[in-house]
């Protein structure tokens, strides 16, 4: 997933197609990041624990060990269910409850479905792009810039192409989405051991996966990009280009469907048990330029 070029922007002025960031749809990433929180600040805010006072070496390891308070999670429905490789017609009947958005039509007419939404989480968390495992998910319409004294800009017409999944993702129910997680999470565990990721604890990944995106910055001033070849752009701002891909592509959905979609993650978090004290604080208004 990481070999997906993010910031490939086509370099004309007049809108020209590229190939869409579709971890920047982010729905499917949030519903379950379980999501979501999509795909950062300017700067990373991380959750910093503070400093312990002077105790002995045992009662330190112990308190930095020890996880942030959690609310109790939304449990999950008591039901059969099917082996791994065979969920796909359960999840398609879950989530059909959850939304009846185009783009949720969309991912389910694909196969492996877990196992999917099983990697597009551990990529958000690790700060990659999930992009090729979302497919179904790309936003219509092309990309463009705009040019004004010799510089060039992410026209804002652009982000437009994410309202309507930043809307299917502001009207889900975010209690429904966690019962969903703690339903499936016995075959979401199964994918992610096949997968070999590196904390054994899928719960960890998802809430690593939601302050990745919630880290992202709103950038409400238009962002500047700069040519890295003939046909690639970076963003300008040395703060936004050193993002991770997850967060970066996050951005191209513009700040207002930026912020739509964190308020659900924040909402999701809560109903997944993860505590406030582990996400980052919410963010003010950076600067694109």
Not at 88 to 97: E, M, N
Not at 149 to 155: A, V
Request: aromatic residues 6%; charged residues 20%; proline residues 9%.
């Amino acid at each position: 997933m990481a070999t997906f070029d993010d910031l490939s922007l086509n370099r004309n002025t007049t809108p020209q197609p590229v190939e869409p960031p579709a971890s920047g749809t982010g729905f499917w990433p949030i519903i379950i990041v379980v999501i979501l929180g999509l795909s950062a600040g300017v700067l990373y805010f991380a959750f910093r624990a503070k400093t312990p006072a002077p105790q002995s070496v045992a009662q330190t390891t112990a308190d930095v060990a020890r996880p942030p308070a959690r609310h109790a999670a939304e449990p999950g429905e008591a039901i059969d269910l099917p082996p791994l490789d065979q969920s796909d017609a359960l999840v398609r009947s879950l989530v059909g409850t959850l939304s009846l958005h185009p783009a949720v039509a969309a991912w389910l007419t694909t196969n492996g479905l877990i196992r999917n939404l099983t990697v597009v989480i551990a990529n958000i968390a690790d700060g990659e792009t999930p992009a090729k495992h979302l497919k179904p998910l790309k936003p219509t319409g092309d990309f463009a810039t705009k040019s004004s004294r010799g510089l060039t800009w992410i026209d804002p017409s652009s982000y437009h192409r994410y309202d309507g999944i930043a809307a299917a993702v502001g009207a889900l129910d975010a209690r429904g989405v966690a019962r969903f997680y703690a339903t499936i999470k016995p075959r979401i565990d199964e994918a992610y051991r096949d997968l070999a990721g590196s904390d054994p604890n899928f719960d960890r990944t998802v809430e690593r996966a939601i302050v990745v995106l919630l880290s992202t910055p709103s950038v409400d001033e238009d962002v500047q990009l700069q040519s890295t070849s003939k046909v690639t752009y970076a963003f300008a701002n040395p703060a936004l280009q050193d993002l991770s891909a997850a967060q970066r592509q996050f951005l191209r959905m513009g700040p207002q469907n930026v912020r739509i979609v964190k308020a659900k993650l924040r909402e999701v978090a809560g109903f997944l048990g993860i505590a406030d004290s582990a996400l980052p604080p919410p963010d003010g208004i950076s600067q694109g330029r």
